[in-house]
């Protein structure tokens, strides 16, 4: 798997969990995740750009 891949991968996976959060009514990881879930998407654009 490619790096670019990989990081994709990572940042769906953040976002499974950041939803998951939110629907556990805990705000303040679902928060979390989604800033760790924007920061990887950021990198693997930066990646293919």
Known sequence: MS???ELHKQAMDLAEM???AKLRNNSDLAVQLGVKTRYAQN???RKVL
Do not use: H, K, L, P
């Open 3 to 5: 790096q670019i891949q």
């Open 18 to 20: 950041a939803q998951v």
């Open 43 to 45: 990198i693997a654009r």
